[in-house]
């Protein structure tokens, strides 16, 4: 059974920066397509990043520039840094993941089977 579990979130002001991590487990992260999505109830979720199983990460143009998806094999976790952060930025960020040895882009995000149960984020003006 794969299992997600995301951390590091928390309350920050404005331009300020945030690691947020997600430990998985009973499967390797090398092995997975993985990203990040976020969202705000009841909208619908926003996609962060992806990285495919040869650390090639995508982005959404909104995304780019300012969130970092990446991985460690050995801590078999990934993570998303997130720099200059915005108030817009304040939501619940999830990790995801599902067994794609191709297409594994941002675009796929939204469709994996397996998540973790989130961390908040929350960004103060």
């Known amino acids: 059974q794969v299992h997600l579990v995301e951390s590091g979130g928390g309350s920050v002001q404005a331009g300020g920066s945030l690691r947020l991590s997600c430990k998985a487990s009973a499967y390797t992260v090398n092995n997975y397509c993985m990203g990040w999505y976020r969202q705000v109830p009841p909208k619908a979720q926003e996609t962060v990043a992806a990285?495919?199983?040869?650390?090639?990460?995508t982005y959404p143009d909104s995304m780019k520039g300012r969130f970092t998806i990446s991985k460690d094999k050995g801590a078999n976790t990934l993570y998303l840094l997130m720099n200059n952060l915005r108030p817009e930025d304040t939501a619940i960020y999830y990790c995801a993941t599902d067994y794609r040895p191709s297409g594994c882009t941002w675009k796929s995000v939204e469709n994996f089977a397996y998540r973790g149960q989130g961390t908040q984020v929350y960004v103060s003006s």
């Open positions: 990285i495919d199983t040869d650390g090639r990460t």
